[in-house]
């Protein structure tokens, strides 16, 4: 079993004019990129492989994100299987002259961990520590069986023509 990296990992960086939407705020587009970066950088870090993302859902936009705010993306670990991560991953922003960030985006998104070959490879466990940790792990777990029926109803979208 390969050795086991960082659990959590935060981004941080200022918004800036180029991920302005039509409304003048951050467009979903950035914000989705950051997301996906951030749970790449902590998957890769936890797997220390290669990761690819399988799944994301349930992203929540809390908040508008304004361009010139500083933007903090916090993912960390919340469930292991046996080659999948699934990293929670909170957006929060402000403006970098007031002291208050203010949570904007939520979602947990699905790594797989991936060897030489292309072919998911086993991660580390993750152990949850603490009874914070081991109400996200359960969280982990109610989304997988809600997931279930959902892939149920997409399932007939994913067909080929
Ligand atoms: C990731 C990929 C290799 C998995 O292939 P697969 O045939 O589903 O492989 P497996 O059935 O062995 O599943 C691998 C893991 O993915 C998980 N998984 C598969 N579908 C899932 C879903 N819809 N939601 C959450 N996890 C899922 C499985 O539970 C398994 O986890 P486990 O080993 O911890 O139990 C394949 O789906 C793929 O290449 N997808 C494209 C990835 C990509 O390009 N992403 C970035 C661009 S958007």
Redesign the pocket.
């Known amino acids: 079993m390969a050795k086991t990296g960082k659990r959590e990992i935060s981004l941080r960086f200022l918004a800036e004019p180029g991920d302005v939407n039509f409304g003048g705020k951050v467009h979903g587009g950035a914000v989705m990129k950051w997301i996906d970066q951030a749970g790449y950088t902590c998957a890769a870090g936890w797997s220390m492989l290669y990761c690819?993302?399988?799944?994301v859902g349930g992203i929540r936009f809390i908040s508008p994100i304004h361009i010139g705010n500083v933007v903090e993306v916090h993912a960390k670990v919340i469930y292991?299987?046996?080659?999948?991560m699934h990293i929670a991953v909170d957006v929060l922003a402000g403006d970098p002259r007031e002291d208050a960030f203010r949570k904007t985006t939520h979602c947990v998104i699905?790594f797989?961990a991936?060897d030489e070959h292309?072919?998911?490879a086993?991660?580390p466990p993750w152990q949850p520590q603490n009874e914070e940790d081991r109400s996200l792990e359960s969280y982990a777990r109610k989304l997988?069986g809600l997931?279930s029926s959902l892939?149920e109803e997409v399932k007939r979208f994913l067909q080929p023509e």
Not at 80 to 84: A, K, V
């Open positions: 690819v993302t399988v799944y292991t299987g046996n080659t999948s699905v797989v991936m292309g072919k998911p086993p991660v997988m997931r892939d």
